[in-house]
């Protein structure tokens, strides 16, 4: 499974972006899925993560309320719609595949498969 991340870009705080993900295979429906970020000189962390229908959608306390998760599993892709960014969301965005999943939707180590990431820049 390959995935590619994109959507990345500088926006100022307040703004919005759009992160896509899209995934290789005809087995996307059955991977539970995340986007993950990494601010600079910092560890990666958990942003966000979707269930395999889309029916459970899951978001770190930093961004809840400002932030959507959403998959369209006919084109392999999945979304995070960022509203009401803030300088602090500033990080490489990475989207990740689970496989077997297994109730740990925010451990970075049970996912599978990762994207390249994006970068995401929000100016003060």
């Known amino acids: 499974v390959q995935l590619q991340a994109s959507g990345g870009g500088l926006v100022q705080a307040g703004g919005s972006l759009r992160l896509s993900c899209e995934a290789s295979?005809?087995?996307?429906?059955?991977?539970?899925l995340g986007w993950f970020r990494q601010a600079p000189g910092k560890g990666r962390d958990f942003v966000s993560a979707?269930?395999?229908?889309?029916?459970?959608?899951y978001y770190a306390d930093s961004v809840k309320g400002r932030f959507t998760i959403s998959r369209d599993n006919d084109k392999n892709t999945v979304h995070l719609q960022m509203n009401s960014l803030k300088p602090e969301d500033t990080a490489v965005y990475y989207c990740?595949?689970?496989?077997?999943?297994?109730?740990?939707?925010?451990?970075?180590?049970?996912?599978?498969?990762w994207g390249q990431g994006t970068l995401v820049t929000v100016s003060s």
């Open positions: 990740a595949a689970d496989v077997n999943y297994s109730g740990a939707y925010s451990y970075q180590i049970d996912y599978d498969y």
């Open positions: 295979g005809n087995t996307f429906s059955m991977y539970y």
């Open positions: 979707i269930s395999w229908s889309g029916g459970y959608t």
